[in-house]
């Protein structure tokens, strides 16, 4: 499990997460020489059944949110931290929206210096705290008043925070390996070492993966799961991870970048979201907003705009592009925060849905209805939406990365939507997915087109897949097309003649007019092999018009 502090500078996390594991997070001489948290700090808790809780440690002061949010995302438990002498202060009020836009459901408030505290200022504090937690992710969170000095609470929080590793659920490690870098340093004799929060699948030795913003090659050369060494690290676990390659050095690596497996690199510069304005915010948000984005352990610079709406009033719920400054890693189901310009407050947070948005025809109302379809987090679910929706055709390949599957896993979710998977065989993308019932329909669609063409045509050998695909009712991209005829092709409902498509059974053949000037021809042609009249003798002599 991985625990993260949240609440106003100098209300005691450090020092609480200190009591907890007799670990100083604040690493840094400027740290230590001003008393306050200015980057993450890390430090770990080995319970009595093996396993270990570890702890990001965040800094309260206003001006290090961008250090805080590069370490929240990827938290099991909240430990969200009042003073008993200030209360509830402004920053108490900002992690926390942070936190509940984040949908960090579990967590106990910690009111700390308790011993400063009489019994009658306690009750009064948790009143007020109640109040704040009110309908937000972490309404139902227990309260608990401890004080590092004198030791009140903290064996209650330890127990407590042991039984809500108990109850956390391992994530799944069916997807690819994906970590948001948090840090990178250099060690002697052992070269890079990035640090984070594993988001999915796991690592060991030798494992082949690649640094998200330049693709440079890493090899796994060791790695610390939990503060320990480890033969493999899996989602939800914090990981330093020593790299080696090539392009690998400690100045090219960056806060913000992401460790991956290859497949999963694919950088992009609009997103496609559901956001929630917070209630408090003293304006709508407007379309070209510029924003601080933060997802994972990034911060880019965005613009926002709303797509289902004109506008985002304060407390709505919306659909909008992230238009990036500086192409970032992401994928469905993140979670991201939004802050103003200034970046002196939080306005907004919400999930990915689309980490590949189109930049045209992105307000359509086909388009809205796509990103409402993958809203669903059940990939079985909104993959049975998505080509449920006429006459959407899916590129489960990048609907495969957007949701992490393995192909294995993919196949599965295909099945169980009751899609058709078709190959896409020397064309971009695929494979494609479609509903049954559609691509029925695109066949059915198909052996018409031709048997029309064929009846009009007849001394045509068919139509060339471009045309054909013009010539059906519906539009359908040209690489899904070729994808269909490439499935016709082998069941053979349709069949190739050169670049022509024909239905089995089409022969060229002349009109009746044809075969009645041909068997005039023929004979002429016959008699004067070396010498053929020319056509306007044949015009002349048949009383023909000359084509």
Request: glycine share 8%; aromatic share 4%; proline share 6%.
């Amino acid at each position: 499990m991985i625990v993260g502090t949240a609440g106003h500078i100098d209300h005691g996390k450090t020092t609480l997460v200190r009591a907890l594991t007799g670990v100083d997070t604040d690493r840094l001489p400027e740290e230590k020489a001003r008393g306050i948290t200015i980057d993450l700090g890390f430090a770990y808790l080995p319970l009595a059944d093996g396993r270990t809780v570890g702890f990001v440690d965040v800094p309260g002061h206003e001006r290090f949110i961008h250090n805080m949010l590069a370490g929240i995302g990827g938290i099991d438990f909240a430990l969200l931290v009042v003073a008993a002498d200030d209360g509830v202060m402004p920053q108490t009020r900002e992690h926390l929206a942070i936190l509940d836009l984040l949908d960090v459901s579990r967590g106990t408030v910690v009111i700390t210096k308790a011993d400063l505290a009489n019994a009658e200022r306690l009750e009064a504090l948790e009143d007020e705290i109640r109040a704040l937690l009110a309908d937000t992710s972490l309404a139902e969170a227990e309260i608990a008043a401890v004080s590092a000095q004198s030791g009140q609470g903290l064996d209650d929080l330890r127990a407590r925070l042991e039984l809500e590793a108990e109850a956390t659920r391992e994530r799944a490690t069916a997807g690819r390996f994906r970590l948001p870098i948090d840090r990178c340093f250099s060690l002697s004799g052992a070269g890079t070492v990035v640090t984070g929060t594993v988001f999915a699948g796991e690592v060991r030795e030798g494992d082949q993966l690649v640094i998200a913003s330049s693709g440079a090659a890493a090899r796994v050369r060791s790695l610390h799961a939990q503060n320990r060494a480890a033969e493999v690290g899996v989602a939800g676990q914090r990981c330093a991870i020593n790299i080696a390659g090539p392009q690998i050095a400690k100045d090219s690596i960056h806060r913000g970048d992401w460790l991956l497996a290859a497949s999963l690199r694919k950088p992009t510069d609009r997103i496609d979201a559901r956001i929630r304005l917070l209630k408090d915010e003293p304006r709508p948000l407007r379309s070209w907003t510029p924003v601080h984005l933060h997802l994972g352990a990034a911060h880019a610079m965005a613009r926002v705009v709303p797509l289902d709406v004109e506008t985002i009033e304060p407390g709505q719920r919306a659909l909008v592009q992230l238009v990036l400054e500086t192409p970032i890693g992401a994928l469905h189901g993140d979670r991201l925060i939004l802050r103003d310009q200034s970046a002196r407050r939080t306005m907004a947070g919400g999930m990915v849905l689309d980490p590949w948005g189109p930049a045209r025809y992105r307000r359509k109302p086909e388009r809205l209805a796509a990103l409402n379809a993958q809203a669903d987090t059940d990939p079985v679910t909104a993959l049975k939406a998505l080509t449920e929706l006429s006459p959407q055709v899916v590129d489960l390949g990048l609907f495969g990365v957007a949701r992490n599957l393995k192909r294995e896993a993919l196949d599965d979710v295909v099945a169980h939507a009751g899609a058709v998977s078709l190959p896409a065989p020397g064309v971009e993308g695929g494979p494609f997915g479609f509903a049954a019932a559609r691509f029925a329909e695109l066949e059915t669609e198909t052996i018409a087109a031709l048997k029309t063409h064929h009846e009009k045509n007849p001394n045509s050998a068919g139509l060339e897949p471009s045309k054909l695909r013009l010539a059906l009712p519906t539009r359908i991209p040209p690489a899904p097309f070729a994808s269909v005829t490439t499935a016709l092709l082998k069941g053979k409902k349709v069949e190739a003649d050169g670049p022509w498509l024909r239905l089995p059974g089409h022969s060229v053949r002349l009109s009746p007019l044809d075969e009645r000037l041909w068997a005039r021809i023929q004979p002429v042609l016959k008699s004067a092999r070396f010498g053929p009249p020319r056509v306007r003798d044949f015009a002349d002599e048949f009383d023909f018009a000359e084509a």
